[in-house]
């Protein structure tokens, strides 16, 4: 039965739908349930820093019952996206009912869109990948497969790195730095990929192209169906997903920096330059993001055997309370700079390691 812990992954999409098909203050129900009961039960429930032993490990880490549970969130995601836009388009609802609406199917598209779409695009199967990138479509955010695996987990925890936040700078602040940022990095990144085959940027394995390309024809799908309101909401829904991926960034790294060594380089990444929750519920719901340096680690580590460090700085609360946090800014400083390395706070200094 443990297995099957991540099944409760799948029940933002189940409140979502209940809110979408009774609309009203009902259609709120998902970020209720999300950014309220979400972190109250999770302050409720104790921790758990349990770390498999290696039987363990071989088993659960052969087990296709994780891959099914990550693969059955593209029809649910999907599922959903279209029946809130139908919604919005074929009834007459009032403002706030369709704001309800956009960001339950966001929130959706943020949590078993984006955060399934970035496990899968970490695997070396090409068909897993390719469900990665699909689930990355409704977010508009298709660039995120390129940036991350080919720049965040290499520039992590340092000012190159445009999905690191700095000490003192705030979550909104962040979301525009680091969307920006990613968006030119990703193209960077991929002229550097293509230059390596002699390839220009007009290239058929441009694969940038290509995203803008399918976004815009998933774009004139949505208007086609559903008008011009429902592509009004399809932007909202987007948004909404990817400044929720945006949020969880902040979090993951905020204010740590990796030292540089005696020859000018950046130490590895180490256990210590990414935030990491033990806290049940939020690393149930997000398939183990929460386990953020193990994940460093190794990108390729399934995340059902993802491990905890004893030397990773460990967040107060959980992701989905740390969320909530950090759209306060001065309480979230209060919380947090106290808990960065002073060592890290200033510039990323001389580190021992060569």
């Known amino acids: 039965m443990r297995d099957l812990k991540y099944i409760a992954a799948y029940s933002i999409p189940v409140v979502a739908l209940f809110g979408i098909y009774f609309k009203g203050l009902l259609a709120y129900a998902t970020p209720v349930y999300a950014f309220v009961f979400l972190p109250f039960l999770e302050l409720l429930l104790p921790v758990d820093a349990y ?20 693969y059955l969130n593209l029809p649910m995601v999907y599922g959903i996206l279209i029946f809130a836009l139908f919604s919005i388009s074929a009834f007459p609802l009032r403002p706030f009912e369709a704001v309800g609406v956009i ?91 293509l230059s390596n085959y002699n390839l220009s940027t007009l290239s058929f394995r441009n694969d940038m192209l290509w995203y ?72 149930i719901v997000l398939y183990e993001l929460t386990r953020h340096s193990d994940h460093h680690y190794k990108s390729s580590k399934k995340y059902q055997v993802l491990a905890c460090h004893e030397d990773s700085p460990q967040m107060p609360f959980g992701y989905p309370t740390s969320m ?19 060592e890290m706070i200033l510039t990323p200094s001389v580190s021992n390691s060569q």
Do not use: C
Not at 51 to 70: A, I, V, Y
Not at 245 to 263: A, D, M, P, Q, W
């Open 51 to 70: 770390n498999l032993n290696d039987d363990e490990f071989t088993s659960l880490n052969r087990k296709k019952l994780f891959d099914w549970m990550l």
């Open 212 to 283: 803008i390309i399918i976004q815009l024809i998933y774009l004139a799908v949505i208007y086609l169906f559903f008008g011009f309101a429902g592509l009004l909401a399809a932007i909202g829904i987007a948004i909404t997903g990817f400044l929720l991926l945006e949020t969880v960034n902040y979090i993951e790294h905020y204010g740590l920096l990796r030292l540089k060594t005696k020859s000018g380089r950046y130490e590895r990444v180490q256990e210590r330059h990414s935030w990491n929750s033990n806290h049940v519920i939020g690393r």
């Open 103 to 193: 960001l339950s199917a966001g929130i959706v598209v943020g949590v078993n869109g984006i955060n399934v779409g970035h496990e899968l695009g970490h695997r070396q199967a090409s068909k897993e990948r390719f469900l990665g990138k699909a689930l990355l479509l409704p977010a508009l955010y298709m660039h995120f497969y390129i940036e991350h695996n080919f720049g965040h987990h290499l520039h992590a925890a340092t000012p190159e790195d445009p999905a690191t936040a700095k000490y003192n700078q705030t979550v909104y602040s962040f979301w525009i730095s680091s969307t920006l940022r990613q968006y030119r990095s990703a193209w960077k990144i991929q002229k550097r990929l």
């Open 324 to 342: 909530v946090l950090s759209l306060i800014p001065p309480l979230w400083f209060r919380v947090m700079n106290k808990r960065v390395p002073k």
